[in-house]
């Protein structure tokens, strides 16, 4: 038996002992096992005291008694009181197991929280000890170290305790690892904060709860072990453990087969209860950490941010308390200037009165977005502009039928090109999406399979999508890649994501949503990602691109700059709702609504620079050619 | 200079980050020497290091990974003063002080970080960093997670701070329009290196160096026809530097 264990494969919320416990016992199964073990620590406790007999009396009279009033679990084969005995091994049991347990604890936590926090020689050190360690056959190591120092309980549990440590010691280090690097532990340093304060506060609670359940693992094998090794008659034959009695009872089980009963049932009963607590505790825990994950990933997509929304809005059941303010509030429309005008009439997309809805728990709906009405026209960019929550991803979503699981499309319609995708299923979506409708994610190295070449991702949807052969479809992609600049096409091509720079990526996949030539393209925050140089490159790329083969674009975005560069019209959304919309022109020179005035008076860019301070020039920091690390940089740089 | 705003430009890769981290002592110096109130403080010992932390703090890019999401607000920002000895009725006191100044209700304080907006997380951030009373803030990407209504609000707060308290601020951004309005003078970094530095309204605004000047020509402009401009002007720079 070796002494691996998995450790549970999460790292869980920083969640208290008072909470995790009382959302153990809340389910039956963990509060029936924590009573039991209960009732077993209790005996551990008081089981000698309350033995009505010494366990090691032996009664030549009473050799394999049957249980009496008396002597109600009967004598085992030296006479002595089996019920006696049961209650101080208890004790005796539970004391090595802990002795086990508390040394894994000691050792595996501490060095993983030293060499997961400073990392360094010691990092190397233990994690070089800690393979040596699993390599080790376990119950090999106990029999040698038996021969050794002799037939000792507790020096053995101690030993297996060292070979445990492990377990505790790859947890502890994965969860550190991950926590060092969180920017609260930076500014708990910086706040001077000592190591000792930091890691006691800020790191030991984020692992202290997967080490409350590896604990109960532990205890679990350690009793297990133990009475492995007692059964193989390894242990001191004197003292009563569960193991001794079992081993006991199988020598006799022929004589009074309900002799081994007992101490099976103390062992078995203990270690499901162990494992079953930690079940429990696992399942109570994760599922709060996919609570928070979703939470986070919302929070995180910054647009189209459910949770964003149910802030700004309150919960809306149903969707019906916002309709009035919808009537009540009509979109502000400036008409058309001379170039809006040139291209008015041919109409390839128009969403009408759209309306999108999330399921929720309790059965009710919350709507994000609350009756959105925009056409675009063949050939135009159409910016839609609004602060994170606004809905304006949602709507873009919806249009490219990809809305979040959970989302769906409540109300209104999405005509394109006289399709109607609103009502369309998955198999008529396949033949738009990425066909006839292109998309530009935000993050271009997510959208991006890692572990496939740059030029597979551009063939196959044009052998797909095109029918084109391979031939044809590698040719295409390379003159693709070679229009959006990419200097050395054919080695981009050969490249995986990882190879390339976050602008190239976009490149790829501008031109990845180009090659079919759509008729509309869909670019969600195309440039939010890059530096503002890049960002000048692409914006450039996307303007050539849409007047070369006169595709409409659909630019979601939050900044203004890049609605100036690129936009013919604009419309401007709050709280699910269109509320200005026009020529690009009339938006930025006569905005009427109060929403797109505080959003183009927050633009900081007219405003004036502060003058330099004057006067008493006390020197207070000064950098001087401060060489840093060069690994540091690149380091810095991936912030 | 105490009460003064020092802008550090630059794109992601040039070291910026890097270097506010070198002053904050987080990332190690190689060469070179980063001198606070006359002295040396670029190969400090921790313990050195600990002694400076009441006269400099940080305010990070990240209002979501800033802040444990463990302890309330209240710990939060308890949590400096209380290394520092300050006793817990003071202590407490100095939090509900804190968070008036930042423009958040005293009934905060007993709320958890994922409660709060990113413009309000920040504000708790700029809270902490305050709580020592310290002489500099680097401010490492304040704003660029936030909205832009959100950051021009922040922004504002960070100057009204500056204006009350005289503390001076190392803000590292890569926006040009963000450092122009909050910087008395600006520096901007390119590979490593700080390729030009002067007066704020001289480098956001008439920038010498051919760097700074990409820079300032790929920003785009909220104004469809001056943008217009500047894109051919930016494109006539481009067509300049390949011929050269």
């Known amino acids: 038996m070796t002494t691996a264990i998995t450790p549970p494969n999460t790292i869980p919320t920083p969640t208290g002992r008072t909470s995790l416990l009382r959302r153990v016992i809340r389910r039956p199964l963990g509060a029936i096992s924590l009573a039991f073990l209960l009732v077993v620590a209790l005996i551990a406790v008081i089981g000698p005291l309350i033995a009505p007999y010494d366990p090691n009396l032996a009664s030549l009279q009473l050799v394999l008694a049957q249980p009496s009033a008396e002597h109600p679990l009967g004598a085992d084969s030296g006479g002595r009181d089996v019920l006696s005995r049961l209650l101080a091994a208890t004790q005796i049991s539970i004391a090595a197991a802990l002795v086990a347990l508390v040394t894994a604890l000691l050792i595996g936590v501490i060095a993983g929280l030293i060499a997961g926090y400073y990392r360094g020689w010691f990092d190397n050190v233990a994690s070089w000890f800690t393979a040596l360690v699993m390599a080790l056959p376990g119950i090999v190591v106990l029999l040698a170290a038996r021969a050794v120092v002799g037939p000792s309980v507790w020096a053995a549990m101690f030993i297996f305790g060292i070979l445990l440590a492990p377990a505790y010691f790859r947890l502890v280090y994965a969860a550190v690892s991950a926590v060092r690097s969180e920017l609260y532990v930076d500014a708990a340093r910086v706040s001077g904060l000592s190591d000792l304060r930091i890691i006691s506060r800020h790191i030991l609670s984020v692992v202290r709860a997967p080490i409350i359940i590896q604990s109960a693992i532990v205890a679990g094998i350690a009793i297990a072990i133990q009475s492995g090794l007692e059964f193989l008659g390894l242990g001191d034959m004197s003292v009563p453990t569960w193991g001794s009695m079992l081993n006991d009872g199988f020598i006799n089980i022929y004589k009074a087969p309900l002799l081994m009963m007992w101490p099976s049932l103390a062992i078995a009963l203990t270690s499901i209860a162990l494992t079953l607590l930690a079940n429990v505790m696992r399942d109570a825990l994760e599922r709060t950490v996919q609570v928070r994950r979703r939470r986070r990933r919302a929070v995180a997509t910054a647009t189209g941010s459910i949770a964003a929304v149910t802030t700004s809005i309150g919960t809306v059941t149903g969707g019906i308390g916002l309709d009035a303010e919808a009537e009540a509030e009509p979109t502000i429309r400036h008409a058309d200037d001379e170039r809006a005008a040139a291209r008015a009439g041919d109409t390839i997309l128009d969403v009408r009165d759209l309306r999108i809805g999330y399921g929720q728990d309790d059965g009710g709906t919350l709507e994000v977005v609350h009756g959105v009405s925009l056409d675009i026209r063949r050939g135009e960019v159409h910016g839609l502009i609004g602060e994170s929550g606004s809905g304006k991803t949602q709507t873009a979503f919806a249009v490219l039928g990809l809305l979040p699981r959970g989302g769906r499309i409540t109300g209104g319609s999405i005509d394109y090109e006289g399709v109607r995708l609103d009502t369309a299923g998955e198999r008529e979506y396949t033949a738009i999406r990425g066909r006839r409708i292109g998309y530009i994610p935000q993050e271009p190295m997510s959208n991006l399979d890692p572990s496939f070449t740059i030029g597979s991702q551009l063939v196959e949807p044009l052998r797909v999508g095109l029918g084109l052969s391979k031939k044809d479809a590698t040719e295409k992609a390379l003159a693709l890649l070679e229009r959006v600049g990419i200097p050395d096409p054919k080695r981009t091509f050969a490249a995986y994501p990882h190879e390339v720079s976050g602008g190239m990526a976009q490149r790829v996949l501008i031109a990845g949503a180009v090659s079919t030539d759509p008729d509309l393209i869909i670019a969600d925050e195309p440039t939010t990602a890059l530096d503002v140089t890049v960002q000048a490159e692409v914006l450039d790329l996307l303007r050539d691109l849409q007047a070369e083969r006169q595709m409409a674009l659909l630019l979601v975005t939050h900044n203004f700059g890049v609605v100036a560069d690129l936009c013919d019209r604009v419309s401007v959304m709050q709280h699910g709702l269109i509320v200005e919309h026009g020529p690009v022109r009339a938006i930025f020179g006569r905005a009427e609504h109060p929403y797109t005035r505080s959003l183009l008076g927050a633009i900081l860019d007219e405003g004036p620079a502060r003058a330099p301070l004057g006067g008493a020039d006390i020197e207070q920091a000064d950098i001087e050619d401060a060489d840093i690390v060069k690994a540091a940089v690149v380091k810095g740089g991936a912030r | ?244």
């Open chain 2, 1 to 244: 200079m105490p009460g003064e705003t020092v802008g550090l430009v630059g794109e992601s890769g040039s070291g910026k980050t890097t270097l506010g981290r070198a002053v904050l002592g987080l990332a190690p110096v190689t060469g070179g020497s980063i001198r606070y109130a006359g002295r040396e403080i670029g190969q400090l010992h921790r313990r050195e290091r600990r002694e400076l932390s009441s006269e400099i703090q940080v305010v990070f890019q990240d209002p979501y990974s800033s802040l444990n999401p463990a302890l309330t607000i209240e710990q939060i920002l308890i949590e400096p003063l209380t290394v520092r000895g300050v006793t817990s009725a003071a202590a407490k006191q100095r939090v509900a002080t804190l968070l008036e100044q930042v423009g958040l209700p005293v009934d905060a304080r007993s709320r958890l970080p994922r409660e709060f907006s990113g413009g309000q997380r920040q504000r708790v951030a700029i809270a902490r960093a305050l709580a020592l009373d310290p002489k500099l803030i680097v401010c490492d990407e304040p704003v660029s997670a936030l909205d832009l209504s959100t950051q021009a609000r922040v922004l504002d707060l960070f100057i009204e701070i500056q204006e009350r308290t005289g503390v001076a601020y190392l803000f590292i951004s890569h926006d040009l329009a963000v450092v122009r309005h909050v910087s008395h003078r600006v520096a901007v970094m390119y590979r490593g290196e700080i390729v030009e530095s002067g007066d704020g309204d001289q480098v956001t605004a008439r920038p010498e160096h051919p760097y700074t000047q990409k820079l300032f020509m790929a920003a785009p402009v909220p104004d469809p026809d001056q943008q217009e401009e500047r894109r051919i002007a930016r494109r006539r720079l481009m067509a300049i530097a390949a011929e050269g």
